[in-house]
């Protein structure tokens, strides 16, 4: 059973920062996909960012593009998002998603859904 557990939000002032951090357990990853995604009230979930397991491929969405880094820590399992210059439209729940048998041919920006894991999430608060 693969466990997602999500940690770091929190309230941050407006051009402030925040690393999230999404422990896997239950299997360990070496191919695949790991993603982030965010939902603000009265919003849909959406994408924010994904990375492949076996290589340094990376995909954002454009309004996170230049300001949100993921990374990875294939020792630990770990998937972190580094978030730098927050805006209040951050403001969102954030959750992560595993996704382990991604092929590599899979663009990572689509096909993540209910077959995925997903972790409960983490609230992150930018205020103005």
């Known amino acids: 059973q693969v466990q997602l557990v999500e940690s770091g939000g929190g309230l941050v002032q407006a051009g402030g920062s925040l690393r999230l951090s999404c422990a896997a357990s239950g299997r360990t990853f070496s191919n695949g996909a790991m993603g982030w995604f965010r939902q603000a009230p009265g919003k849909e979930r959406e994408f924010v960012a994904a990375?492949?397991?076996?290589?340094?491929?990376?995909y954002y969405a454009d309004s996170v593009k230049g300001r949100f880094i993921i990374s990875r820590d294939n020792a630990k399992n770990t998937v972190y998002l580094q978030m730098n210059s927050l805006k209040p439209e951050d403001t969102a729940v954030y959750y992560c998603?595993?996704?382990?048998?991604?092929?590599?041919?899979?663009?990572?920006?689509?096909?993540?859904?209910?077959?995925?894991?997903w972790g409960q999430g983490t609230q992150v608060t930018v205020s103005s």
């Open positions: 998603a595993a996704d382990p048998v991604r092929s590599l041919l899979s663009p990572l920006y689509t096909g993540w859904g209910k077959d995925n894991y």
């Open positions: 990375i492949r397991w076996s290589s340094t491929s990376t």
